[in-house]
């Protein structure tokens, strides 16, 4: 496929005319791409370009794409019946059930029909890409290209190298992918390539503080949407996706890279898609979800209760000031002296700690003493966290405080790094650690997690707002309470912030 060759002058076979072999052959003929549909099952490409006439043609309707766009579109997607009318294609697009030995057959037999300059990629999102090559006579002809579900709408594509992938296949797919309009991230052929791998630190680490009693599903799910501005928590998400198709990948990665702790799965995961608590398909997930829509939980009304006076610890300069200020305009009575006095609520500022550990170390009364998260959402969601022995009239008078102006305050049990931190802080180490690994490069590696996940920024820009050096010491703190390899700090990370350089800045040479 030449770097200068026009679409039109492009003929692109897709095999597998499901869901997705669909979305692929649609925005390869918007593109002005000649289509070959084929499908194992007799019909089943015919009736595909059935479907995708009746979507051309609502779009059409819709003012999406002009009609004549639509017509031309449809008229460029051309089923097959027979493999070997594959022939012509200059790249072929698998799609089919996600099986490594029946990848594995149709890539031979598609060997012996196409032409020996013709690419064959596979759609594959869990299966290694290596291990479907290597079944071929010439395996450096192929390599991953995953598209995500659904295709026209999500626009990023993971253009894989297999271990022996040839450097212009990779380059001819990552122009094909650009004529589609979608974005190719380029990566290294691993377990979950690049958005699967990222997207571990969000779910595994809201399931494990779920896990540890810290939160119940709504109250993590918000803090995670309103202080840290992700578009469902991670629950919602796990409901959408539904446990069928989450927990086998949560699994399979795991496995994968042999028990390595940052991806460990959570027994409570296992046990609910055991129980049949998928989400909305079963219509029962974490929520209730009658008719396949999730029921909202509303939170409980803020206490009315208020603390006479409120001390501040200073052990964290930057937080005792913000969170002064905070207490003081929501009608708190501040007090600054140097220990707090008795009655006084005492707030400490937990940096990858709990609250507890800090009571001991600050030689405070634990049945005075609460935590807020000063790190992250002030504005939008505040974190409350009680010690063991904080009095219920504190934990009121706390919450009562924090939830004067109307801003929600969630109020968990002690934790280590409360909700926002420990997720973010695991977010931002698997990033690191792709890079660390040259699985992507580091603009790729948020690129990908942001056109594929819809993060609000990708792992590593994340990282950089946050401060390398305050996510290390996070990460530090969490595996020092723990005594867990699971929170151990990339070398990415770990460099980085030690030299004060940014996250996305690639090795020099």
Known sequence: ??????????????????????????????????????????????????????????????GKIAQQ??????ARIEPVAALAQLAPCDVVIEAIVERLDAKRELFRALEGVVGERCILASNTSSLSVTE???????????????????????????????LLTEPWVGDALVRLVERTGHTAVRATDTPGFIVNHAGRGYVTEAL?????????????????????????????????TGLDVSQPVMESIYHQYYEEPRYRPSPLAAQRLAGGLLGRKSGRGFYDCPGGKPQAVAPPPAPQARPDRVWVSDARPQFAARVR????????????????????????????????????REGLDPARTVAIDALCGLDQHRTLMA??????????????????????????????????????????????????????????IDRAVTLGLGYPQGPLALGDALGPGTVLEILANLQDFYGDPRYRPSPWLKRRALLGASLLAADAG
């Open 1 to 62: 496929m030449p770097a200068d060759s026009k679409p039109s002058d492009l003929t692109l076979g897709v095999a597998g005319a499901g869901a997705m072999g669909r979305g692929i052959a649609q925005i390869a003929a918007q593109a002005g791409m000649r289509v070959l549909l084929y499908d194992l099952a007799p019909a089943a490409a015919g009736a595909a370009r059935e479907a995708l006439a009746a979507t051309l043609a609502g779009l059409a309707a819709k």
């Open 69 to 74: 766009a639509a017509e031309e579109a449809i």
């Open 132 to 162: 479907i090559a290597a079944a071929c006579d010439k395996p450096g002809r192929v390599a991953g290209c995953h598209f995500f579900n659904p295709v026209p709408l999500m626009k990023v594509v993971e253009v894989v190298d297999a």
């Open 208 to 240: 494990r503080l779920a896990g540890e009693n810290i939160a119940d599903f709504a109250v993590i799910d918000a803090i995670l949407r309103e202080a840290c501005g992700f578009r469902m928590g991670p629950f919602e998400l796990l409901d959408l």
């Open 325 to 360: 200020e905070l207490a003081r305009r929501l009608g708190g009575a501040i007090d600054e002296s140097a220990a707090p006095p008795d009655g006084a609520l005492c707030v400490v500022t937990p940096l990858g700690e709990d609250a507890s550990s800090l009571a001991a």
């Open 387 to 444: 010690t063991p022995l904080t009095a219920p009239r504190m934990r009121a008078a706390t919450r009562g405080l924090f939830a004067a102006d109307g801003v929600p305050a969630s109020l968990v049990r002690d934790s280590a790094g409360l909700v926002a931190q420990r997720v973010l802080a695991q977010i931002v180490n698997i990033g690191c650690d792709i890079a660390q690994q040259a699985i992507a490069r580091p603009a790729d």
